[in-house]
C-alpha cells in the first residue's frame, strides 16, 4: 500500500511568488490533514478535510492559505503570496477514521522563502 | 492556549539502556495522547497511544499516563542504535485528529 506522498519535495520561492504544494493521501482514506513546522517551531495543525469538505480550517495562518480538496482524493495548499514567514515544512497526513489520532504522515514539503 | 512541552534534548543514552523521554500538557480537558517518531528528514511515525491512566506496554516500548499531573512519558527499553530519533509527543484535546504537537525530544543512541 503506498504511503502519503507529497510534491514537491522542497520548493525555494521568493517572496510575493505562489506555490502549490500537493499531498496524495493513503487510497481509502476520507480524512486529509495539513500541518505545518516552521523553524524552531513545534508542528502545527492547519486544516482537516472529510472527504472534499473542510471539516476544520482554524489552524490556517491567513488568507493567503487555500487549501483544496476536489473530488475528495488529492488535496493542494496554495500560498499566494508567499511571505519570509511561510518557510518550513508542510506536512500532509491521512486517516481513515477521524477520532484516533493515528495518522499517516507524508515526508513534507520544504518551502523556503527567500 | 493549549501547549504541549518537551525538553529538545539531545537525550543520549548507551546502547542497551532505558531511554526515558517525557511531555507535559497544559490543559486538563486532554482527551488522548500519542507519540510520533520521526526520523531526520522522514515523516513522523506513530509508535504508541495512551488514553488511559496507568501504562500500557507495546514490545520495547512502555507509554505512561498521570493526568492528574499532566504529564505523559515514553520508555524504551534496551534502546538500540536505531532507536535514534526526534520523538515526538501530540495531544488530542476533542473530536476529531486536531493535534497538538510538542516541539520533540532528539535520542541519540551510542553504541
Known amino acids: 500500500e503506498a504511503g502519503v506522498t507529497q510534491f514537491p519535495s522542497h520548493s525555494v520561492i521568493e517572496k510575493g511568488q505562489t506555490v502549490t504544494l500537493r499531498c496524495d493521501p493513503i487510497s481509502g482514506h476520507d480524512n486529509l490533514y495539513w500541518y505545518r513546522r516552521v523553524m524552531g517551531k513545534e508542528i502545527k495543525f492547519l486544516l482537516h478535510?472529510?472527504?472534499?469538505?473542510?471539516?476544520?480550517e482554524s489552524g490556517m495562518p491567513n488568507n493567503r492559505f487555500l487549501a483544496e480538496r476536489t473530488g475528495g482524493t488529492y488535496s493542494t495548499l496554495k500560498v499566494q503570496p508567499a511571505e519570509l514567514e511561510d518557510s518550513g515544512v508542510y506536512f500532509c497526513?491521512?486517516?481513515?477514521?477521524?477520532?484516533?489520532?493515528?495518522?499517516?504522515f507524508g515526508e513534507g514539503s520544504r518551502l523556503t522563502v527567500l | 492556549q493549549k501547549e504541549v512541552e518537551q525538553n529538545s534534548g539531545p537525550l543520549s543514552v548507551p546502547e542497551g539502556a532505558i531511554a526515558s523521554l517525557n511531555c507535559t500538557y497544559s490543559?486538563?480537558?486532554?482527551?488522548?495522547f500519542f507519540w510520533y517518531r520521526q526520523y531526520s528528514g522522514k515523516s513522523p511515525e506513530l509508535i504508541m497511544f495512551i488514553y488511559s491512566n496507568g501504562d500500557k506496554e507495546d514490545g520495547r516500548f512502555t507509554a505512561q499516563l498521570n493526568k492528574a499531573s499532566q504529564y505523559v512519558s515514553l520508555l524504551i527499553r534496551d534502546s538500540q542504535p536505531s532507536d535514534s530519533a526526534t520523538y515526538l509527543c501530540?495531544?488530542?484535546w476533542g473530536a476529531g485528529n486536531m493535534l497538538t504537537f510538542g516541539g520533540g525530544t532528539r535520542l541519540m543512541v551510542k553504541p
Open positions: 501530540a495531544v488530542n
Open positions: 478535510f472529510v472527504k472534499e469538505s473542510k471539516q476544520d
Open positions: 490543559d486538563r480537558g486532554s482527551q488522548s
Open positions: 497526513a491521512s486517516s481513515r477514521q477521524s477520532n484516533t489520532g493515528e495518522l499517516f
